[in-house]
């Protein structure tokens, strides 16, 4: 396999990811002036999250099969990227969360601050902090809820992360069944995305509903999308790498059908239609096919990755001036841009990137114990008498 960490687009698809993101939540929140239809198509047609999660099951799916240092070191990369980075935005907004009154000093000193700490910063989800520490907060004041409402997403790819193993694991031994692995897994993928459809419609409110809409189970099958063609590559990369125009063709075309019999302006694939399914896997495959067309488009970016801290910051700095009251005006346009971009580059160059550096240590030092078990565990060959 290639290495999939160079020659490719795949940090600037996930930062056009996150401003689609960015936009979407700032049209919703602030009632900012919106594109008509159809200029506003395109940024319903690629939505960030989805995006998010075929790449994610692509780079993800290669890191835990090319790993040199076992599940463990996998394991190890996994929480270098995303808790770093995701512990101090908790910081960052429980800080804001205490000076607006609504985290009162007192509270720090109480059981529930704390299992709520250590329940979100693992699960990466203020909702299964709330769910499982209870809520230290008070929203009766500028803030009426959590200022951040993409966390769900985190702790949907942390899950991830744990279920790579699950299908992968025999992959080196086992091959040819690794199919089998992933089309059960997404047709079990499939039919809870069906029942956290009718769940969101009938209980959006029921803890029931929170808990699966935030775990991976109704999202998976976008995943292994990527990770399926992470999989198969040295078989696929013939028909998608450098041939991302007819994919996307392909992709308009049926989106164009979706909207003509059944009005789907936007891509749903949290609440699946007829027409998701096959949407979402050509939306997938045009994904890994731009990230692997004109692969020089990304070196502007020098490996600059602001996306996770663009995702992460924008709404608070959203939900902020959304609960101020401050909505609706065009000239907040470039501001909702420029905040969490500088939020995003902070996070990167002050968080991140050291974190991801760590990685060769982590793996060497992983690898190190590895050896130094396997040699306790091997017993002492006896003595061959001559």
Same mark, same amino acid.
């Given at each position: 396999?290639?290495?999939?960490?160079?020659?490719?687009?795949?940090?600037?698809? #996930? =930062?056009?990811?996150?401003?689609?993101?960015?936009?979407?939540?700032?049209?919703?929140?602030?009632?900012? $002036?919106?594109?008509?239809?159809?200029?506003?198509?395109? @940024?319903?047609?690629?939505?960030? +999250?989805?995006?998010?999660?075929?790449?994610?099951?692509?780079?993800?799916?290669?890191?835990?099969?090319?790993? !040199?240092?076992?599940?463990?070191?996998?394991?190890? #990369?996994?929480?270098?990227?995303?808790? $770093?980075? =995701?512990?101090?935005?908790?910081?960052?907004?429980?800080?804001?969360?205490?000076?607006?009154?609504?985290?009162?000093?007192?509270?720090?000193?109480?059981?529930?601050?704390?299992? *709520?700490?250590?329940?979100?910063?693992?699960?990466?989800?203020?909702?299964?902090?709330?769910?499982?520490?209870?809520?230290?907060?008070?929203?009766?004041?500028?803030?009426?809820?959590?200022?951040?409402?993409?966390?769900?997403?985190?702790?949907?790819?942390?899950?991830?992360?744990?279920?790579?193993? +699950?299908?992968?694991?025999?992959?080196?031994?086992?091959?040819?069944?690794?199919?089998?692995?992933?089309?059960?897994?997404?047709?079990?993928? &499939?039919?809870?995305?069906?029942?956290?459809?009718? *769940?969101? @419609?009938?209980?959006?409110?029921?803890?029931?509903?929170? /808990?699966?809409?935030? %775990?991976?189970?109704?999202?998976?099958?976008?995943? &292994?999308?990527?990770?399926?063609?992470?999989?198969?590559?040295?078989?696929?990369?013939?028909?998608?790498?450098?041939?991302?125009?007819?994919?996307?063709?392909?992709?308009?075309?049926?989106?164009? &059908?979706?909207?003509?019999?059944?009005?789907?302006?936007?891509?749903?694939?949290?609440?699946?239609?007829?027409?998701?399914?096959?949407?979402?896997?050509?939306?997938?495959?045009?994904? /890994?096919?731009?990230?692997?067309?004109?692969?020089?488009?990304?070196? !502007?970016? #020098?490996? +600059?990755?602001?996306?996770?801290? /663009?995702?992460?910051?924008?709404?608070?700095?959203?939900?902020?001036?959304?609960?101020?009251?401050?909505?609706? %005006?065009?000239?907040?346009?470039?501001?909702?841009?420029?905040?969490?971009?500088?939020?995003?580059? =902070?996070?990167?160059?002050?968080?991140?990137?050291?974190?991801?550096?760590?990685?060769?240590?982590?793996?060497?030092? /992983?690898?190190?114990?590895? #050896?130094?078990?396997?040699?306790?565990?091997?017993?002492?060959?006896?003595?061959?008498?001559?």
């Amino acid at each position: 396999m290639r290495n999939a960490q160079h020659a490719n687009n795949f940090d600037l698809i #996930r =930062l056009l990811a996150a401003l689609q993101v960015l936009y979407v939540h700032s049209v919703g929140w602030l009632k900012l $002036p919106d594109l008509s239809f159809p200029w506003i198509w395109p @940024t319903r047609l690629f939505p960030g +999250v989805a995006v998010f999660f075929v790449i994610s099951g692509f780079l993800v799916t290669r890191s835990f099969l090319e790993s !040199r240092s076992g599940t463990a070191g996998y394991f190890a #990369r996994r929480a270098l990227r995303i808790y $770093p980075g =995701l512990w101090v935005h908790f910081v960052v907004i429980l800080a804001m969360l205490a000076v607006a009154g609504a985290l009162p000093l007192s509270r720090f000193a109480g059981e529930t601050f704390w299992r *709520w700490t250590a329940v979100a910063f693992t699960m990466g989800s203020d909702f299964f902090g709330n769910l499982y520490g209870g809520v230290p907060f008070d929203y009766t004041g500028f803030y009426r809820g959590f200022p951040s409402g993409v966390l769900w997403t985190i702790s949907v790819e942390l899950g991830f992360y744990l279920l790579v193993p +699950v299908v992968f694991a025999g992959a080196i031994r086992r091959r040819g069944l690794v199919w089998l692995a992933l089309v059960v897994c997404a047709a079990g993928s &499939l039919w809870a995305a069906w029942v956290n459809k009718a *769940w969101l @419609t009938e209980a959006p409110a029921h803890n029931a509903t929170g /808990i699966l809409n935030s %775990s991976p189970a109704p999202y998976f099958w976008i995943f &292994l999308i990527g990770a399926a063609l992470s999989y198969y590559w040295e078989n696929v990369r013939g028909w998608i790498e450098g041939r991302v125009w007819p994919w996307l063709a392909a992709y308009v075309a049926l989106s164009l &059908l979706d909207l003509t019999l059944l009005g789907q302006k936007t891509l749903w694939f949290s609440k699946p239609g007829l027409l998701t399914v096959p949407r979402v896997v050509l939306l997938g495959v045009t994904v /890994i096919a731009f990230a692997h067309t004109w692969t020089g488009l990304a070196r !502007r970016l #020098r490996g +600059v990755d602001l996306s996770y801290g /663009i995702y992460l910051y924008h709404m608070p700095f959203v939900a902020t001036l959304h609960y101020g009251g401050i909505v609706g %005006s065009a000239w907040l346009w470039p501001i909702v841009f420029i905040v969490p971009v500088t939020c995003a580059a =902070l996070s990167w160059f002050l968080v991140e990137r050291p974190a991801l550096r760590l990685k060769p240590k982590a793996d060497a030092l /992983i690898a190190g114990l590895r #050896r130094k078990l396997e040699r306790r565990l091997v017993p002492a060959r006896s003595a061959v008498p001559s």
